[in-house]
């Protein structure tokens, strides 16, 4: 059974940095494409960024505008999303998903298996 947890969420100040982080159990890695995606109140789940099984190449939703970050590291299981100088309107809850065999999709129907989400709260 292959199993997503987040973490890194929080409670932080507007301006401030953060970096989640989503550790995958249960399968191999490096067969996964992985990809961030969000959620604020009240808004449908929206595509934040994707990497590949190799982590070379790396695409992320037009709104990001290099606001974030995605990297992974499989000799922890792991896949990270980096954002510099927070807004209120990061305020969301944030998953992580695997894509069996994938190429890295912005598309939340590739994905085999998503974790709980992590929250993140930004305040002014």
């Known amino acids: 059974q292959v199993q997503l947890v987040e973490s890194g969420g929080g409670l932080v100040q507007a301006g401030d940095s953060l970096r989640l982080s989503c550790t995958v159990s249960?399968?191999?890695?490096?067969?996964?494409?992985m990809g961030w995606f969000r959620q604020a109140p009240g808004k449908e789940r929206e595509f934040v960024a994707a990497?590949?099984?190799?982590?070379?190449?790396?695409y992320y939703a037009d709104f990001v505008q290099g606001q974030f970050t995605i990297s992974r590291d499989d000799a922890k299981n792991t896949v990270y999303l980096q954002k510099f100088s927070l807004k209120p309107e990061d305020t969301a809850a944030y998953y992580c998903?695997?894509?069996?065999?994938?190429?890295?999709?912005?598309?939340?129907?590739?994905?085999?298996?998503w974790g709980q989400g992590t929250q993140v709260t930004v305040f002014s």
């Open positions: 249960g399968g191999t890695f490096s067969n996964y494409a």
């Open positions: 998903a695997a894509d069996y065999l994938g190429l890295g999709s912005s598309y939340h129907g590739d994905y085999d298996y």
């Open positions: 990497i590949s099984r190799s982590g070379d190449t790396a």
